[in-house]
């Protein structure tokens, strides 16, 4: 569970949820006809804290959520958030009495998990996940006699079908084309169970899919990464995501500022050796609050009073140094930002996300708990 201090004190997450609220409202204006919002708040909502978006988002009428586990979907209820809670993911039959306490709505992985779940000695709602070709989950789309004796068992209340594009992302010409398919074979099957009298709700679009192929259409759009300001890379944020702003900061104290002569070394593994007298400074922040290891050795920076002070040797569990010869008064206690804006200055998990070689979506579902939220501008 997240921490719920809302203080600022050694390393925190800042919630801007005028931010948030903005994105929702781009978003919403890019709806299919009869489309609404399933934010994808998995993972934490992608490190940000599930309950305290899910609340922000309840407030402006959002009621439909999407969450990879059935604990996720548990911690919304009973943080009282309301509406649909689908869960993407397995969970054990252990703990499908969770479902019906909690009026969870589980994915059917495949043919053999319905069994599973109608083998439960009680009705299970739930939205049978259509393999159009990601060939991860979801009951293969072709099998259409599965799909009726899906609809015929007495334990599962079908309200929806959803199938997942695994290459939305891409500009290339026969990624296009697969997309395409897949959207296509998911039509043609949710009308032929239309035409046989099962009609349920239908979804298709995540962040990628609203804002390329919003055509396809669908009752939900399970938008994640979008709704948090950014897309997974730095080149489609500037292409595609430039309305959505950002969310989420994340900041931690200058602890302890000393002075390195030439030649000395800093941190584990004599990582950094000053070639000149530097200034550097210890911050409470580190590879166990998110902050990626890759990013040590100058490959990263964070900001200082509207100023980038590059990291120098090895980040560590819980603290890291930078340089910070040059930028003037720096005192401990100040605050130096990891991801966000400092004056004129700005890290993006996208920059963040690069120098690690890696996509936004990792960056900020990696964030740890560990970091407490603070929360400006709530409804
Ligand atoms: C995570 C997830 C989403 C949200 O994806 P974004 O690209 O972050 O919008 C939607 N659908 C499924 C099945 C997912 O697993």
Redesign the pocket.
Known sequence: MTALCYDKGRAWIELNMENLRHNVNILRSMLPPGCELMP?V?ADAYGHGAVPVARELNKMGVRAF?VATVAEGATLRRHGIRGLILI?GYTHPHEFELLTTYELTQTVIDFSYAKLLNGYHRPIQVHIAVDTGMHRIGERCENVEHFLEMFRMENLKITGLYT?LCTADSENDEDKVFTARQAQSFRKLVQWLDERGYSVKAHIL???GLIKYPEYGGDYA?????LFGLLSTDEDTRLRGNKLRPVLSVKARVVSIRKLHTGESAGYGLAYIAKKDTQIAALSVGYADGLPRALSCEVGSVLLNGRKAPIIGRICMDQTLVDISGIPSVNTGDTAVMIGRSDEQAITACDVAKQADTIT?EILSRLSQRLTRVIVNQL
């Open positions: 994808a998995k999407c993407l997942h995540s962040s990628y399970r938008v994640g990464i979008a979506n």
